[in-house]
């Protein structure tokens, strides 16, 4: 995971609440198994217009062109590093694959009043930043953006701030250990290895539990 | 901290048993018990683990089965998946279940069937557990008494790893549906209510507990398919406490503790419900006389009505947010505003899916469905949710009941629930649908769904339009 701290960009408004994972990325592009290539496929029911009658479940573009409506299409957003939607931001199924289409597509951090918990888990570990701002203040940003598409925000992560050359300036709450990770871009599973002597200590004591246990037999 | 007497609730209880250390200023790490494993979620997990060169903590804590690429034709269909990149995905997990020690039920075997179907038909879902699958709905297994939640592929990984995830604690929220449901209303319709009232967000970060009278009164399959939609609240969970119905649900499964283990197992599970007194960061009490039979309209399960009700208008929209979404959901679903919901006609009914994919389900619908045939201008189909239900349907004669009705039978799968297989809607077609999200292109690009229970989608094949169940006559 690349370290990230303050982060300047334009950014691409998607005012919509409710924007589920499978919006984000459809299903059809689940069947891969790699872990990348999902940047083409970022919002791709809104993104592409079908040339034909075709259903769109092959895992890839289809006989389709760019939706020259859709804001991702628009030349003026190209580059930009960060992504404005309204509340409950990634609700929907768990796929991490939302989470790796968005930073594949470029996207470092996404601002929105709420998002969903598992997508939450899923950017944190991807090392995008989540902002958590107030209605309010995320109104008046995708008011800036949508304006003036070459309007600029900057993310302070260790701050934890972001702000504008327009005399904009919010606080966003962030859970300190993910503060951490997201800066040191740090592996969760290296982090837990790290108390080994107590899950040792743990499973000793509670794999004699079989009542708990998937497959369960007392110990003979 | 709490002592042994303060009273703690189902969901403390079972934390509490799973804390493995808690790291000052870290999430706590939590210890799981089992993680079930499908096909589309996992291979990125099991690539990660092999450039690190890890292994599994604990290969028989993990349970693999295949269920949302799997065609539900025939069998021939499924031993070789025409789509190559479904297939290859499939092998895959054929691959990595035996170069990592996984137990794998293949699409041909006896067990196989939607990841949340196999967990508690195996007896492998248990009460106090704590369970994860990478799948949102995995919040299932809570009607047990488990803690169980959807993660996300880095996650599996995790939990493969070490058997254990780093958590933070979510909060509690107790929702009591208290009385006796009317006639026509079942699990589907409380759940649906209850996502209707509270938003489709408006359990982010807690676990619900249901609780109350209408809840104990449930079978486990209507206590699954309960569960089963909590992530469609927001929840991170959702939990019911265990009591005789869950027990006798799980006597004598597979992987059940068996002779004077059982009653050793059941007197542990006894002690898992919410102590009297224990407190809860929310709580909501519906009553459940007032409920109605319940069906969404729009492109989000909280935009839900009652089947006797209309599509609401902008003035129904409590924020201007809401209004957006509604304006954009008519045109996508193409309804207009006050139309009476039972006028809205289908072309497609699916009956399935781990939220109303279970034996009781297919019973229910099939009562309805006996001595009628689907309209003509409706396609029907019935995919039971695992082999299990199939077999178990076929042995009561249900399939019968739905193929001279004119029901397509299908093997189990995910089927049209999310349509990555080639179940799918058409750009434009509306379905009737058991499944758990209406979300634009859910079912198919273009296709528009209304979720409901299996007795209305049967009806709704019938007469080819939303029907109230409350007026059927066989
Ligand atoms: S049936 Fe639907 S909701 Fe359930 S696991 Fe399969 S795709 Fe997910």
Redesign the interface.
Known sequence: MTPINILTSTAVPL????I?T??II???F??????TGYGDFLFY?WRYN?LD?S???G?DKGNTIPNPDFVLNKPEYKGSEILIA???FG???????A?WAINQYGFRAVIAP?F???FF??AG??GIILCRLTEEEVETLLQRSTINPAHKITINLEAQTVTDDQGFSAHFDI???RKHCLLNGLD??G???L?ED??DA??SR?NQ??????????AA | MSNANTPRTLFEKVWQQHVVAEPAGEPTILYIDLQLVHEVTSPQAFEGLRIAGRKLRHPERHIATVDHNVPTTSVQDRLVIADQIANAQVNALRKNCADFGIEFFDVQDSAQGIVHMIGPELGATKPGMTIVCGDSHTSTHGAFGALAFGIGTSEVEHVMATQTLPQSKPKTFRINIEGDVPFGVTAKDIILDIIGRIGTDGATGYVIEYAGSAIRALSMEGRMTICNMSIEAGARAGMIAPDETTFAYLRNRRFAPKDAAWYEAVAHWSRLPTDPGATFDRELTIDATKLAPSVTWGTSPGMVTTIDGTVPTLDNAATEADRKSFTRAYEYMDLKPGTPVEEITVDAVFLGSCTNGRIEDLRAAAKIVKGHHVATTVRAMVVPGSQHVKKQAEAEGLDLVFKSAGFEWREPGCSMCLGMNPDILSPGERCASTSNRNFEGRQGRGGRTHLLSPEMAAAAAITGHLTDIRKWKS
Do not use: M, V
């Open positions: 005012p919509l609440p409710n589920d499978d919006q459809p299903k059809q689940l069947k891969r198994i790699e872990r029911d079908f009658n259903t769109g479940s895992a309204e509340r409950n609700c929907g199924s768990s796929r991490e694959h989470a709420t969903a918990d598992i888990s899923n570990k991807n859970d300190p250990f969760d599973i982090l837990t290895l108390h107590k899950l743990y499973e509670h539990e079989f009542w708990s246990a998937p497959k369960s037999q007392p």
